[in-house]
């Protein structure tokens, strides 16, 4: 099975926004497994900025996406997982790209051990959003 093309899409849109001059920001669905401050979280989603100048040791890795970064001028390392990151855009234009939010590997291998059967509700469930990612402008 090859790996997924959405951390080297999330790469190489970053690069893009830093070449043009633009301010890459990323939307991320916010669960268990992401380290962020929740004090900025709403519905379950939070928009950071993730340009060159706003972060330290900023890693774009194909599992995590990880940096330090200031809030409310307090130092806070952030941990994401990249299956979580929701859309990355340019600030300044608004255009970038959307992906699904996909299962963390231990959910996928918590499902297929599952003996029971398959939901057959229209609910999602609380750790996934429902619908489809949608991009808003953020000033």
């Known amino acids: 099975m090859s790996s997924s093309t959405k951390p080297y899409m999330i790469r190489a849109l970053h690069q893009w926004c830093g070449d043009n001059g633009y301010t890459p920001y990323v939307v991320v669905w916010v669960n268990e497994r992401t380290d962020v401050p929740l004090e900025y979280v709403k519905n379950n989603e939070i928009v950071l900025n993730i340009a060159e100048g706003a972060t330290k040791?900023?890693?774009?890795?194909?599992?995590?996406?990880?940096?330090?970064?200031?809030?409310?001028?307090?130092?806070?390392?952030?941990?994401?997982?990249?299956?979580?990151?929701?859309?990355?855009?340019?600030?300044?234009?608004?255009?970038?790209?959307?992906?699904?939010?996909?299962?963390?590997?231990?959910?996928?291998?918590?499902?297929?051990?599952?003996?029971?059967?398959?939901?057959?509700?229209?609910?999602?469930?609380?750790?996934?959003?429902?619908?489809?990612?949608s991009l808003r402008i953020v000033k």
């Open 57 to 133: 040791n900023l890693r774009i890795d194909n599992d995590w996406l990880s940096f330090s970064a200031r809030f409310g001028g307090v130092s806070r390392d952030i941990w994401v997982p990249i299956g979580n990151v929701m859309s990355i855009f340019a600030r300044e234009t608004g255009e970038g790209m959307g992906f699904e939010v996909e299962p963390s590997p231990e959910a996928e291998q918590d499902a297929k051990s599952a003996d029971a059967d398959p939901p057959t509700g229209g609910d999602p469930g609380p750790d996934r959003p429902s619908g489809r990612p």
